[in-house]
């Protein structure tokens, strides 16, 4: 029988400067969650959402993977594990979106929605949470990206990336 991998989930959304305290928040219960349900989590390595999910998987014993804008492997954020340095600046969201089987999008600017993109030209499943129901809506409400489930709290957004991932691997 086949060795089964764990499922990667990358957690993408804003750094320091493009994030809030509940987004930031959540990003560490969206990291607790993907590591209480035995998921690696993916991120860019660095801080703002990226720490702070790295730090709630690390607080539920989970394993965390930053594949770093910078050959500094040193400049991951304390919570990393494998830190994968490129000498990609923003083109590394390539590898950030295409390394997990599903992307959770929290709140960001342009490099989150880089990584959004990314992954949906992959093929790889994005869940959206927070925020990003108004930057996939046009003016009149409809959805941009129907292929873009939004999760109402991190525990949604864990568990759907979960089944779009399973998804995917068996089809």
């Known amino acids: 029988m086949p060795k089964q991998h764990p499922i990667y989930i990358s957690v993408i959304g804003g750094d320091r400067d493009h994030t809030t305290p509940q987004g930031l928040e959540l990003a560490e219960e969206v990291g607790r969650r993907i590591a209480e349900a035995e998921c690696i989590l993916v991120n860019g390595g660095m801080g703002g959402t990226m720490e702070r999910a790295a730090k709630g998987a690390k607080s539920a014993g989970g394993t965390t993977i930053g594949i770093l804008s ?40 342009w490099g989150t929605t880089n990584e959004l993109s990314f992954a949906m030209i992959a093929g790889i499943p994005v869940v959206a949470i927070e925020g990003w129901d108004a930057k996939l809506r046009d003016d009149q409400g409809r959805s941009r990206f129907t292929e873009v489930p939004h999760a109402s709290d991190a525990a949604e957004a864990v568990a759907m990336a979960i089944n779009l991932a399973k998804q995917r691997r068996e089809g």
Do not use: Q
């Open 70 to 109: 910078t050959t500094d492997r040193t400049a991951a954020n304390p919570y990393i594990d494998f830190a994968i340095p490129t000498p990609l600046g923003f083109v590394r969201n390539v590898l950030v979106a295409n390394a997990s089987d599903a992307v959770i999008a929290l709140p960001g600017k």
